[in-house]
């Protein structure tokens, strides 16, 4: 890998970074992506996919089967490789990864979130695909992801309880299906726990909740690789920073409403933005 150069180098393959790649190669550019686990990120673990239009209804990893599907269509290069940072370099950047360093006239960051920890012993924050019979499960959270994992894991087959130290954040639509699910609430702030022979004992509002595995879903903060130099205000827009060449999109741009759709516009968005900027600096327009 040393030594390699690229066009465009998208790091992160969830749908913000699959947008914008699939549109680097729509403009005629070449592209290289470097995900570290599985293309379609955090959106594997949804319950159901409802915010954007052709994929309503389908599961997390339907939907990144399709996002697979669409950068194989599209003829998009993937790494599996991490990113380490991001060095602007005369005439572009330089990315270091795990295995090596490339070079790269542009680069495009799509890395996402990482969620925010309580500490607790055996704590989760993406819960697996599995069956969850005979398994007390104790989700803490009273955001939409909390919700849609809450109800994923009844379906297959767990005993929910849902934390919340406030009034539950989640959309309409999931606390009707929560409370029909008939999934206990539990109001309150985890005040402390102990660990058992058999899993944990939360305490919670005046509550003691045994639970087998606590899911901690209480948000999530963006996640960027080192960068040298300082990339000022992201734009909304098409994530555009102070670094000629360099965007960052979707919830690494620490986007407000963290939406399916959102991410996908703005991966868009940089992309075009991108080959405008290639292009002027190849001097071709």
Same mark, same amino acid.
């Given at each position: #890998?040393?030594?390699?150069?690229?066009? $465009?180098?998208?790091? /992160?393959?969830?749908? *913000?970074?699959? &947008?914008?790649?699939?549109?680097?190669?729509?403009?005629?550019?070449?592209?290289?992506?470097?995900?570290?686990?599985?293309?379609?990120?955090?959106?594997?673990? &949804?319950? =159901?996919?409802? @915010?954007?239009?052709?994929?309503?209804?389908?599961? /997390?990893?339907?939907?990144?089967?399709?996002?697979?599907?669409?950068?194989?269509?599209?003829?998009?290069?993937?790494?599996?490789?991490?990113?380490?940072? $991001?060095?602007?370099?005369?005439?572009?950047?330089?990315?270091?990864?795990?295995?090596?360093?490339?070079?790269?006239?542009?680069?495009?960051?799509?890395?996402?979130?990482?969620?925010?920890?309580?500490?607790?012993?055996?704590?989760?924050?993406?819960?697996?695909?599995?069956?969850?019979?005979? =398994?007390?499960?104790?989700?803490?959270?009273?955001?939409?992801?909390?919700?849609?994992? *809450?109800?994923?894991?009844?379906?297959?087959?767990?005993?929910?309880?849902?934390?919340?130290?406030?009034?539950?954040? *989640?959309?309409?639509?999931?606390?009707?299906?929560?409370?029909?699910?008939?999934?206990?609430?539990?109001?309150?702030?985890?005040?402390?726990?102990?660990?058992?022979?058999?899993?944990?004992?939360?305490? +919670? /509002?005046?509550?003691?909740?045994?639970?087998?595995?606590? $899911?901690? &879903?209480?948000?999530?903060?963006?996640?960027?690789?080192?960068?040298?130099?300082?990339?000022?205000?992201?734009?909304?827009? @098409?994530?555009?920073?102070?670094?000629?060449?360099?965007?960052?999109?979707?919830?690494?741009?620490?986007?407000?409403?963290?939406?399916?759709?959102?991410?996908?516009?703005?991966?868009?968005?940089?992309? #075009?933005?991108? +080959?405008?900027?290639?292009? =002027?600096?190849?001097?071709?327009?």
């Amino acid at each position: #890998m040393r030594g390699s150069q690229e066009t $465009v180098v998208v790091v /992160g393959a969830g749908p *913000a970074g699959v &947008a914008a790649a699939v549109q680097c190669i729509r403009q005629g550019l070449d592209v290289l992506v470097v995900e570290r686990e599985r293309v379609g990120g955090l959106i594997y673990y &949804a319950r =159901k996919v409802e @915010n954007f239009p052709g994929f309503v209804g389908l599961r /997390g990893h339907e939907v990144c089967r399709r996002l697979e599907g669409m950068l194989r269509d599209a003829g998009v290069r993937v790494i599996r490789d991490e990113v380490s940072c $991001v060095i602007p370099s005369e005439g572009g950047f330089t990315v270091c990864l795990s295995s090596g360093e490339i070079g790269a006239c542009a680069v495009i960051l799509a890395t996402g979130a990482r969620p925010r920890s309580l500490g607790i012993p055996g704590e989760v924050h993406y819960p697996p695909w599995e069956d969850y019979h005979g =398994k007390k499960v104790a989700v803490i959270g009273g955001g939409d992801v909390a919700f849609d994992y *809450a109800l994923r894991i009844s379906e297959l087959g767990g005993e929910v309880t849902l934390l919340h130290r406030s009034d539950p954040r *989640a959309i309409p639509p999931l606390r009707r299906e929560a409370r029909e699910a008939g999934i206990r609430m539990v109001r309150g702030e985890v005040e402390r726990w102990a660990t058992r022979h058999e899993g944990l004992l939360l305490y +919670a /509002g005046g509550v003691e909740i045994p639970c087998d595995l606590p $899911v901690v &879903a209480i948000g999530r903060e963006p996640h960027l690789p080192g960068i040298r130099g300082t990339l000022g205000v992201i734009s909304s827009e @098409n994530g555009k920073t102070q670094i000629p060449g360099l965007y960052v999109v979707g919830e690494a741009s620490g986007l407000r409403y963290r939406q399916m759709g959102i991410a996908v516009g703005m991966g868009l968005a940089a992309a #075009m933005d991108c +080959a405008r900027w290639v292009r =002027k600096d190849e001097g071709r327009i």
